[in-house]
């Protein structure tokens, strides 16, 4: 069997327990699997031909489809809000908007259980340390959603004094969702949009499956001013250009 392609075979417990209906529906298994038409061999989704007399029983799909499946229908964001738009996220999660119907409904508290980071609020330069050290410690795979407009680029604040211009100066965002603040159905929209990034991931390509281990994101350090440790080697190149410059001066 080549590598990517699996087996699922529903005629089991499970399949009893939904009553018949197919529990894979979305990954080939067509909703008329309780009557009597055939499923035709180009729904199948793949090459390999299913005989007649198992078809309602097993479909094959790929392990990148089943993979995703799980994760996207299981991203659990983690519980923490900056500002404004921490209340429309909040609003998400109560019942009218409810996106425990994606599966996100558990908030977890702890970075170290959570898929997903929604950046609901203005970065302020003495919050990123907090963010970036919540970010490292978030298990892989995991995702970051910048919502509104000052998570994405400061927003009304930008260029202010005590504002971050943007949280993906720091940590790698998925997603942006505009808005001063979005709506419910914007970060909506952002989710199933992230949804929609984790079906195209492969297996074989993700990288926490590579060899090498993730880096984690330098901590920024806020002193008088926000300082990125990634920029250090700049800072030591100006200072030298601005010695060896002054130093040529003199000699003048
Ligand atoms: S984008 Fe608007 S609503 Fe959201 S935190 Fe900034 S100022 Fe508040």
Redesign the pocket.
């Known amino acids: 069997m080549p590598l990517g392609v699996s087996i699922i075979f529903s005629g089991s417990g499970a399949w009893q327990q939904t009553g018949g209906r197919p529990l894979f529906a979305e990954v080939g298994m067509a909703e008329d699997v309780n009557q009597e038409t055939p499923i035709p061999e180009e729904e199948n989704g793949s090459e390999f031909e299913i005989p007649e007399e198992l078809r309602g029983q097993v479909t094959i799909t790929t392990l990148d489809k089943l993979y995703n499946w799980g994760r996207r229908n299981s991203v659990w964001p983690m519980m923490f809000g900056?500002?404004?738009?921490?209340i429309?996220m909040i609003c998400v999660a109560a019942s009218r908007y409810d996106f425990s119907r994606f599966g996100m409904e558990v908030m977890r508290p702890s970075p170290r259980q959570s898929d997903l980071m929604i950046v609901?609020?203005?970065v302020t330069k003495k919050m990123i340390p907090q963010i970036v050290r919540l970010y490292n410690q978030m298990p892989e795979p995991k995702y970051v959603l910048a919502?509104?407009?000052?998570?994405s680029g400061g927003?009304?604040?930008k260029e202010g004094y005590n504002v971050v211009s943007g949280v993906d100066k720091f940590v790698p965002v998925d997603v942006y969702v505009p808005?001063?603040?979005?709506t419910p159905q914007a970060l909506l929209h952002g989710l199933i949009t992230l949804q929609e990034k984790i079906d195209k991931q492969s297996i074989q390509s993700v990288r926490w499956y590579s060899k090498q281990a993730s880096e984690p994101i330098p901590i920024p350090i806020l002193g008088p001013d926000l300082i990125d440790p990634r920029d250090l080697p700049d800072f030591a190149e100006r200072q030298a250009a601005v010695e060896e410059k002054a130093a040529a001066e003199a000699k003048t």
């Open positions: 900056l500002a404004c738009c921490a429309e609901s609020g203005t919502m509104g407009a000052c998570a927003g009304p604040f808005g001063c603040p979005p």
